[in-house]
């Protein structure tokens, strides 16, 4: 039963702190973003929306390309071409869902009272 009580402890003493720092207004320390770190210049949301574009089209075509190749005879791998095909389905289901998302988070900010 102590044991018990000794776990909860800690994230207990934890929560207190976050709720100490929310008090006095003190800035949040956060993880860096790994994928930007130690990079000195700018980050363009343009060129990463369209970097991104451009590897789920890639997928896409390599999909393609494997399923072709299936289905001409040139390949016997319909595995390899069956998991492409949902790796490329996947990733393009979810670029449409964070395309709706910031769409949606635009008319949002374009709703509100100036």
């Known amino acids: 039963m102590q044991d018990k009580i000794m776990n909860m402890q800690l994230p207990l003493s934890q929560m207190s702190e976050i709720q100490a720092q929310i008090n006095l207004g003190e800035p949040m320390q956060i993880a860096p973003n790994t994928r930007f770190a130690g990079a000195s210049e700018r980050v363009d949301f343009g060129q990463i929306i369209a970097s991104v574009v451009k590897e789920v ?14 289905d001409m005879g040139a390949s016997d791998d319909l595995v390899g071409a069956m998991v492409a095909s949902q790796k490329a389905s996947l990733s393009f289901a979810a670029m449409v869902q964070v395309r709706n998302k910031l769409l949606t988070a635009y008319d949002d900010v374009m709703r509100m009272p100036v």
């Open 57 to 70: 089209d890639q997928s896409g075509r390599a999909a393609s390309a494997k399923m072709e190749a299936v």
